[in-house]
Every structure is written in structure tokens, then in C-alpha cells.
Nanobody, 117 residues
Framework: QVQLVESGGGLVQPGGSLRLSCAASGSISSFYSIGWYRQSPGKQREWVATMTMPAAPTYAGSVAGRCTISRDNAKNTVSLQMDSLRPEDTAVYYC???????????WGQGTQVTVSS
């Protein structure tokens, strides 16, 4: 059973930065893709960013230029660096991965990001 555990959320002022991390219980090399989604109160979960090796990372238009997704295969972690944060970025951020071969998608439990002055 794959487990994904997010960390790094918190309260930040507009214009600030946060770095989210997702630790996988197994090798992230076993995933076809891994990325981040978010869900704000009363809204549907939306895609934020994805890494599908060997392709370049892709980003939602709402965060492009402000977020950078990266991976550390040695530590089995995927990170999301978020800069120039806005109040509308407030949401629970989820890490999600699709396992190669079987195509199963896994989700983490989420980490809260609140952007407010």
C-alpha cells in the first residue's frame, strides 16, 4: 500500500512563500506521474502541477510562474515551491501519484495553506 504524506503547509501573508513536501512510502520512481492538487472550501478539487517523467513539469495557469515542482529520488519526495502567494491560493493541498503499470492513483491526507494578512 502506497502512502503519501504532505507537510509544509501553514499561514503566510500575501506575497510570501511556502514549500510543500510529499514523502512517499516507496520509490517515487515507480510512479508514472506525481503532482499536486488543491481544494478550497465549497469548490471542487483542482489540479496544480504534475511531473510525468521524462516530460517537463506542467502547471495550472493559475499558478504558472509562481510555483515550481521538483523531485528528490534519493529521498522519495516531491516538493512544491510556492512564491508570490495570493489569498486565492488558500486551500488544502494534496499530493497525488499514479503508479506505473497498474495505473492506480493514490492521495495524501492534505496540508492546509492559508494566505492571509
Amino acid at each position: 500500500q502506497v502512502q503519501l504524506v504532505e507537510s509544509g503547509g501553514g499561514l503566510v501573508q500575501p506575497g510570501g512563500s511556502l514549500r510543500l513536501s510529499c514523502a512517499a512510502s516507496g520509490s517515487i520512481s515507480s510512479f508514472y506521474s506525481i503532482g499536486w492538487y488543491r481544494q478550497s472550501p465549497g469548490k471542487q478539487r483542482e489540479w496544480v502541477a504534475t511531473m510525468t517523467m521524462p516530460a517537463a513539469p506542467t502547471y495550472a495557469g493559475s499558478v504558472a510562474g509562481r510555483c515550481t515542482i521538483s523531485r528528490d529520488n534519493a529521498k522519495n519526495t516531491v516538493s512544491l515551491q510556492m512564491d508570490s502567494l495570493r489569498p486565492e491560493d488558500t486551500a488544502v493541498y494534496y499530493c497525488s501519484a499514479v503508479q506505473s503499470g497498474v495505473g492506480l492513483r493514490y492521495w495524501g491526507q492534505g496540508t492546509q495553506v492559508t494566505v492571509s494578512s
